[in-house]
């Protein structure tokens, strides 16, 4: 194997290595598309070239003052290529933006697809602030790199190759210190801006989590911590993380800053090379070609100019494509969930036994004795604790979203699901009422519907809304209150058909008395909201003091002992 052809091996290795050029896939570009892109972007830049070296043209010819016929041709030529090159920038724009759109929905719905598609543990386990970021701004910024670094790039080499190739024809010295002062503009200046821009989004990554996780806070919980009185605390952190971010940007920007200084040092080296040269040809050449040598590299230097700038977009886009792409990793490396079955349990029966369980690499509940349990048609539990005691994580082990530390969950074999988890945080969609609903259970007729809103206790809502089930929520969750919110996510819950429910704090947001009713009525067999035959897990921080759930596990003091589980004593 030759040498060259190892180096090739080994940049086509970094490429496939690379995190941008992996989420450059993401993209789904097309040929024509990028083509038709980077040709207008190659006319409009190509128009400027040859605007500048027609003008200088034109400029000493008139000084010799010949006929105005013999301009004629010139001055049309002016007017034409100063009309193309801003009509050809202008459908460039066009053509890329819309490029750049097409392919950043491509790329959100092929992450959307990679996540679904994926362990439902591990996009459980995503942070909503994380989960933002990944599929917004970082989308976005892989986005940009097809709008401001890679078209660009492409211009700018094609563009910069003809000028030095005019220039030659010149003088090959006024060519060769082009091509040097092209090189630095467009190679060693953006590198040092790069370099500035690198270690301000590695200082500064952390810290933007740490601020929209701040902020997601605020905008979803502001009630809560507010009654709470830690609606200053977490501002301060918004603030500190803010202010971390700031700092990491300044100090990048303090090199990228002798990157940005390189390019009028260029041109300006550029032209005196071309004068110095021009001085020397004086007798040989005519003066428009003088004309020609001194002023095409202003217009030279118009496409690398944009080059710092996209070697820093370029880095943004490595950063984010980064974090895009060990997100996919992370799902495509998180084991599924082996779901364990028995011929011998029937529908709706979960068999636990010597349970432990917790994050991978986070803390551990279940005691050493672990947790025994018999779920089974018609049974209400009720799980208690204070907050941190592992109550949502046993949920999710019980619902199949994440393995057992130790022990075992041993569901029925069934082609259908037996169970269903509700999280706490349900995400309320931007849509209307019925198609929020609608989520949990896709075939539900509007008498299904009717039923478990009107059980909910959200019938008089609805009717009182202009178009009742069908009126839009605008805001999503914002459009209603956190007690409608709670309602409907439990709608969700009596909708779906699945024989066994887990949900996790359904009282949430509701006033005292209301979320006593609501739970006493969610662990009685007999009530109206959950029919007799599917059985409950709930979460819950306080349990109704009449409550008839079944058995009550307590986690207090997040930890089980030998008795794990305690009879209520309530039911009769």
């Not at 060519?175 to 301000?200: E, Q, T």
Request: hydrophobic share 50%; charged share 20%; net charge negative.
């Amino acid at each position: 194997m030759t040498s060259s052809t190892s180096r090739g091996l080994v940049m086509n290795e970094r490429l496939r290595r690379d995190p941008l050029w992996r989420a450059l896939d993401l993209l789904g570009l097309r040929g024509k598309p990028v083509a038709r892109s980077l040709g207008l972007g190659i006319l409009g830049a190509g128009s400027a070239l040859a605007l500048a070296a027609l003008s200088a043209w034109l400029i000493t010819r008139a000084w010799q003052m010949p006929p105005v016929l013999y301009l004629s041709v010139a001055v049309t030529a002016v007017r034409a290529l100063g009309i193309s090159r801003g009509l050809f920038r202008y459908l460039e724009r066009l053509a890329t933006h819309d490029l750049a759109l097409d392919a950043m929905s491509a790329a959100r719905q092929r992450l959307y697809l990679a996540l679904a598609e994926g362990p439902a543990g591990y996009s459980v386990s995503l942070r909503r602030g994380e989960l933002l970021a990944r599929t917004g701004s970082d989308v976005d910024e892989i986005g940009n790199a097809v709008i401001r670094a890679l078209i660009p790039i492409g211009v700018s080499l094609v563009v910069s190759g003809a000028a030095v190739a005019v220039m030659a024809i010149v003088s090959l010295w006024a060519a060769l210190a082009l091509a040097v002062c092209l090189v630095i503009s467009a190679v060693f200046a953006p590198w040092l801006a790069a370099r500035g821009a690198a270690r301000a989004t590695h200082d500064g990554a952390a810290a933007q989590e740490r601020s929209a996780e701040a902020v997601m806070a605020l905008l979803e919980h502001a009630p809560e911590l507010a009654v709470a009185r830690r609606r200053h605390d977490v501002l301060d952190d918004a603030r500190l993380a803010e202010l971390d971010v700031e700092r990491a940007t300044d100090r990048g920007a303090a090199q990228g800053a002798w990157g940005t200084a390189a390019l009028p040092l260029s041109v300006g080296i550029s032209v005196i090379v071309a004068a110095l040269v021009g001085i020397g040809l004086a007798n040989d050449v005519s003066p428009m070609t003088l004309g020609v040598l001194i002023l095409l590299p202003l217009s030279a230097f118009e496409s690398t100019g944009v080059m710092t700038e996209a070697a820093l977009q370029l880095q943004r886009s490595r950063g984010a494509a980064r974090r895009i792409m060990a997100m996919i990793d992370r799902s495509d490396d998180y084991r599924a969930v082996e779901r364990r079955t028995s011929p011998n349990l029937g529908a709706g029966e979960i068999r636990v036994r010597g349970l432990r369980w917790g994050w991978p690499g986070g803390a551990v509940f279940g005691g050493d004795s672990g947790l025994d349990l018999d779920v089974a048609p018609g049974t209400r539990i009720a799980v208690v604790g204070p907050s941190g005691c592992g109550k949502s994580t046993l949920l999710l082990t019980l619902a199949g979203l994440l393995d057992p530390v130790s022990g075992s969950v041993v569901q029925p074999e069934s082609d259908e699901p037996v169970v269903r988890y509700f999280a706490e945080d349900g995400h309320i969609f931007v849509t209307s009422v019925r198609e929020n609903l609608l989520v949990a259970r896709g075939d539900a007729t509007e008498d299904e519907l009717a039923r478990a809103t009107e059980r909910v206790g959200l019938g008089a809502w609805i009717r009182g809304l202009p178009d009742g089930l069908d009126t839009q929520l605008d805001a999503g969750a914002e459009s209603i209150s956190g007690g409608q919110r709670r309602r409907l996510l439990l709608a969700r819950a009596l909708i779906n058909p699945a024989p066994i429910v887990l949900v996790d704090e359904p009282a949430e947001n509701l006033d005292r008395d209301d979320a006593a009713v609501m739970q006493t009525e969610l662990l009685d067999v007999e009530g109206d909201l959950l029919e007799p035959e599917r059985a409950l897990v709930m979460v819950t921080h306080q349990l109704p003091r009449e409550h008839r759930a079944d058995l009550v596990v307590d986690l207090a003091e997040c930890s089980l002992g030998e008795k794990a589980v305690a009879d209520s004593g309530n039911r009769e």
